[in-house]
């Protein structure tokens, strides 16, 4: 929405405060300030038959009747706390990356944070959020330890400020096509990639090796291949960057590349060459216990005043049934439903739950671009919307027997994908190395974001097939 509010973003990768204030021009100029109830939970929402109406109650204690309800819960939704023996006695501080204290460390986001210049501090977990962190707290703790499970890839992130020439000089539409021209080069669809990160380097690498008349099985080959020769780079850049050659080879990570996710930084590694800083890896086996004062780790006791944990959040699609109490037709939870794992049309729709929609990655679609899915949802929800208003449409539904089609269908699309996670290390993507068949069920769909996109036009376009429909009155 960068043209429609009119931000300006300072650098390539914007910042916390910049992505915030990007969040706050939304409400201005959608007057959601106003519409929306902010900080507020949903606790319950149940169908009223009689009145085709959803009951929502929230934990302000509104009771709130709604023609129409859009579940948008969020992919990262619930932050995750490790189950460390003694974690509960700890006397320190502690608190987890997403719940900051900055009465605690003092500063702000950019700021120094003054207040930990007399502070040990340990950061367990070294993923996507432990290698945003670790730089900054390294810069003003008397002394940080890191403490490592599995390291992360971390390629160069490149990172600069935005040129202003051509930002101005971009037509209107551009960063839609921007969007998705990062999805199809991302796929190897694009016939020119406009983004050149990280993300497309699996593409651009292979693009010239390709050869006419391989097979698919061949193609196979070629990545793996060229997987491995990414993340010998990653080794690489570590062992260049990072001057204890001890700690160097701690942060070199043996998997493929997409068995977590991918991390590009500027200043991650370079956090290990300060003299305040130490790398504590545990070799897979994570943090021993907590006591009152202190962290152990492979058998040694560390004294620390802060533990932060930078341990992430729970992986919506993976979880088991939904993130509020919902109850369709004939007193049916959507819980119930979903004791198996999920059953949806397009990841949008649920048999027995009408005018009930989803907007979720569980059999819909996720990319790198996290918000390009989410933006195809929820225009396709807005013109269903558009038109049951326009039609008179009481209720829609979808019929049994179609929605396990799209069951079969999405599980044959994602399994493939499944099935290379479950030979990862242990991590979010494969339920930390428990895989059973509701990994493929309430994961994303196995296509690309453009290939579902295609699927949902034809479907409005067709009359939507399968769905059952009711008329006011």
Same mark, same amino acid.
């Given at each position: 929405?960068?043209?429609?509010?009119?931000?300006?973003?300072?650098?390539?990768?914007?910042?916390?405060?910049?992505?915030?204030?990007?969040?706050?021009?939304?409400?201005?100029?959608?007057? $959601?300030?106003? *519409?929306?109830? #902010?900080?507020?939970?949903?606790?319950?929402? *149940?169908?009223?038959?009689?009145?085709?109406?959803?009951?929502?109650?929230?934990?302000?204690?509104?009771?709130?009747?709604?023609?129409?309800?859009?579940?948008?819960?969020?992919?990262?939704?619930?932050?995750? $706390?490790?189950?460390?023996?003694?974690?509960?006695?700890?006397?320190?501080?502690?608190?987890?990356?997403?719940?900051?204290?900055?009465?605690?460390?003092?500063?702000?986001?950019?700021?120094? #944070?003054?207040?930990?210049?007399?502070?040990?501090?340990?950061?367990?977990?070294?993923? %996507?959020?432990?290698?945003?962190?670790?730089?900054?707290?390294? +810069?003003? %703790?008397?002394?940080?330890?890191?403490?490592?499970?599995?390291?992360?890839? /971390?390629?160069?992130?490149?990172?600069?400020?935005? !040129?202003?020439?051509?930002?101005?000089?971009?037509?209107?539409?551009?960063?839609?096509?921007?969007?998705?021209?990062?999805?199809?080069?991302?796929?190897?669809?694009?016939?020119?990639?406009?983004?050149?990160?990280?993300?497309?380097?699996?593409?651009?690498?292979?693009?010239?090796?390709? +050869?006419?008349?391989?097979?698919?099985?061949?193609?196979?080959?070629? #990545?793996?291949? /060229?997987?491995?020769?990414?993340?010998?780079? /990653?080794?690489? *850049?570590?062992?260049?960057?990072?001057?204890?050659?001890?700690?160097?080879?701690?942060?070199?990570?043996?998997?493929?590349?997409?068995?977590?996710?991918?991390?590009?930084?500027?200043?991650?590694? !370079?956090?290990?060459?300060? !003299?305040?800083?130490?790398?504590?890896?545990?070799?897979?086996?994570?943090?021993?216990?907590?006591?009152?004062?202190?962290?152990?780790?492979?058998?040694?006791?560390?004294?620390?005043?802060?533990?932060?944990?930078?341990?992430?959040?729970?992986?919506?699609?993976?979880?088991?049934?939904?993130?509020?109490?919902?109850?369709?037709?004939?007193?049916?939870?959507?819980?119930? +439903?979903?004791?198996?794992?999920?059953?949806?049309?397009?990841?949008?729709?649920?048999?027995?739950?009408?005018?009930?929609?989803?907007?979720?990655?569980?059999?819909?679609?996720? !990319?790198?671009?996290?918000?390009?899915?989410?933006? /195809?949802?929820?225009?396709?929800?807005?013109?269903?919307?558009?038109?049951?208003?326009?039609?008179?449409?009481?209720?829609?539904?979808?019929?049994?027997?179609?929605?396990?089609?799209?069951?079969?269908?999405?599980?044959?699309?994602?399994?493939?994908?499944?099935?290379?996670?479950?030979?990862?290390?242990?991590?979010?993507?494969?339920?930390?190395?428990?895989?059973?068949? *509701?990994?493929?069920?309430?994961?994303?769909?196995?296509?690309?974001? #453009?290939?579902?996109?295609?699927?949902?036009? +034809?479907?409005?376009?067709?009359?939507?097939?399968?769905?059952?429909?009711?008329?006011?009155?």
């Amino acid at each position: 929405l960068i043209e429609e509010v009119g931000t300006v973003p300072s650098e390539r990768y914007a910042h916390q405060p910049e992505i915030f204030a990007h969040c706050q021009a939304f409400g201005r100029t959608f007057d $959601l300030y106003r *519409r929306a109830l #902010m900080h507020t939970r949903v606790t319950d929402a *149940r169908w009223d038959e009689a009145a085709s109406r959803w009951i929502l109650e929230t934990d302000r204690g509104d009771e709130l009747r709604a023609r129409f309800v859009i579940l948008a819960s969020g992919h990262y939704r619930e932050p995750k $706390l490790p189950g460390i023996p003694g974690m509960e006695t700890f006397k320190g501080r502690s608190f987890h990356t997403s719940r900051w204290d900055y009465d605690y460390t003092g500063g702000a986001p950019g700021e120094p #944070m003054v207040n930990l210049r007399d502070k040990v501090v340990a950061i367990v977990g070294t993923g %996507a959020t432990g290698v945003q962190c670790v730089p900054e707290v390294a +810069k003003d %703790a008397k002394h940080l330890y890191v403490i490592q499970r599995t390291p992360s890839s /971390v390629g160069v992130r490149d990172n600069g400020p935005t !040129d202003l020439d051509w930002f101005k000089s971009q037509k209107p539409g551009w960063q839609t096509e921007r969007m998705v021209n990062f999805v199809e080069g991302y796929r190897g669809l694009a016939q020119e990639d406009l983004i050149q990160d990280g993300w497309s380097q699996m593409v651009r690498r292979m693009r010239p090796r390709v +050869k006419a008349g391989m097979t698919m099985e061949e193609i196979g080959e070629l #990545m793996q291949m /060229v997987d491995y020769e990414i993340m010998e780079d /990653v080794r690489k *850049r570590a062992e260049a960057v990072v001057r204890d050659r001890r700690t160097a080879e701690a942060l070199k990570p043996w998997y493929n590349w997409m068995c977590k996710r991918p991390c590009f930084h500027d200043e991650y590694l !370079d956090a290990f060459n300060r !003299d305040n800083v130490t790398l504590v890896d545990t070799e897979g086996r994570g943090v021993d216990r907590i006591s009152e004062h202190s962290i152990f780790v492979n058998g040694e006791e560390i004294e620390v005043d802060l533990v932060v944990f930078a341990t992430g959040f729970e992986l919506s699609p993976f979880e088991d049934g939904s993130p509020i109490p919902v109850t369709g037709r004939a007193g049916r939870t959507l819980a119930e +439903k979903w004791k198996d794992g999920a059953t949806t049309l397009h990841g949008q729709h649920v048999h027995g739950f009408p005018n009930f929609f989803l907007s979720t990655t569980r059999q819909g679609s996720w !990319d790198n671009n996290f918000t390009y899915p989410l933006d /195809v949802t929820a225009t396709h929800l807005a013109k269903l919307i558009r038109q049951a208003l326009d039609d008179g449409i009481d209720t829609i539904d979808v019929a049994e027997d179609t929605e396990a089609e799209w069951v079969r269908f999405h599980e044959e699309k994602g399994a493939p994908v499944q099935a290379r996670w479950a030979e990862c290390t242990p991590s979010y993507f494969n339920r930390e190395g428990h895989v059973d068949q *509701r990994i493929v069920r309430n994961g994303t769909f196995g296509g690309s974001i #453009m290939e579902l996109r295609d699927i949902l036009a +034809k479907w409005r376009e067709d009359g939507m097939p399968g769905a059952t429909i009711t008329k006011q009155g």
